[in-house]
């Protein structure tokens, strides 16, 4: 059977999320959560390593790169392609970051709906923060373009933890930072690894299966998954949590 989207093999989504009230942070990932930019990311994959004649010049398919690539932190891919020349596996990754950059620089689109939460979470005076395994220079690049630099209170790097994800550790680091409980914090993630890494983290995770395969998502055991943030799914447990918080507020699904 596929799973969809709307699919939930947990608890109902309007109440899964309501034990978090009062909420303190929201927490992001970027790439696919923020934007959509793994079109961009695949693009600069498939140059470059048809540049190096990787897969025997046959260039690669976006099914290789959801399984290889997609939530991944550099330092693990380095191995992928240059398992006998870290030196070189380093420089492969950084010039295919300089290509991302240009190629998604002005393109870039922020995922149905993120304004409309943006909204809500700014109305409530949640803390918020980016966590991502992408490099400073492309996270910054994706908030920026979204016009998100005044809107995170802190950016986490997975390259500045002691693990990346799918470790918890930059998840941690953000409740650190942010000085909230995990208790009363929520994660939206859309690949496997990121996913992994807020549950590692013993937070609630909302998915986010826009690129990913559900079925795939939902083997990293998230609260529940949606298609973007104009999914009803979710606009039904924020509500749920204004209704526990006592809030009085209301939200516009």
Known sequence: MTTSAGDNSKESSSSSLARLAPLQAVLFDIDGTLCDSDPFHYLAFREMLLEIGYNGGVPVDEEWFVKTISGKHNEDLVSVFYPNDHEQGVKFLNDKEALFRRLAKEQLKPLNGLYKLKKWIEDRGLKRAAVTNAPRA??????????????????????????????????????????VSKDHTFV????????????????SVVGLANRNPPQLLMEANPTFLIKDYEDPKLWAALEEIDKMSGTGKKTIA
């Open 188 to 203: 939206f993630e859309d690949s496997v690894s990121g996913i992994k890494a807020g549950v590692a983290a013993e937070m």
């Open 138 to 179: 492309n996270a910054e690049l994706c908030i920026n373009q979204l016009d998100l630099a005044d809107f995170f209170d802190a950016l986490i790097l997975g390259s500045e933890c002691k693990h990346a994800k799918p470790y918890p550790d930059p998840y941690l680091k953000a409740l650190e930072v942010l000085n």
